[in-house]
Nanobody, 125 residues
Framework: QVQLAESGGGLVQAGGSLRLSCSAS????????MGWFRQAPGQEREFVAGISWSGSKIYYADSVKGRFTISRENAKNTVYLEMMSLKPEDTATHYC??????????????????WGQGNLVTVSS
């Protein structure tokens, strides 16, 4: 089974940038779509961004459009989330996720099958 490990979180001031990385434990040539969710304290987990295995389909939550960029390097089994113009409301634990269908990583009702353990991003005002 594919295992996911996030890295790159931390503390940043409002307006700053961070890049999250998520490495999969085996080659993603099997066609996994990947993406990111986040959960702020006291709130439900919410979709952030998703990308198909080929990279041809990309989805963002409205709250991050224009500020966050998702990308992937299948040769490195890694997906990235470049976060710019960070706001205090972006403070949350960010989770990497993967699924064989992009439909569970496009911000609709479906939820992905596989999850990382989460990586905290804190944005100070």
């Amino acid at each position: 089974q594919v295992q996911l490990a996030e890295s790159g979180g931390g503390l940043v001031q409002a307006g700053g940038s961070l890049r999250l990385s998520c490495s999969a434990s085996e080659r993603t040539s099997s066609g996994y779509a990947m993406g990111w969710f986040r959960q702020a304290p006291g709130q439900e987990r919410e979709f952030v961004a998703g990308i198909s295995w080929s990279g041809s389909k990309i989805y963002y939550a409205d709250s991050v459009k224009g500020r966050f960029t998702i990308s992937r390097e299948n040769a490195k089994n890694t997906v990235y989330l470049e976060m710019m113009s960070l706001k205090p409301e972006d403070t949350a634990t960010h989770y990497c996720a993967a699924d064989l269908t992009i439909r569970n990583l496009d911000g609709s009702i479906g939820l992905p099958e596989l999850w990382g353990q989460g990586n905290l991003v804190t944005v100070s005002s």
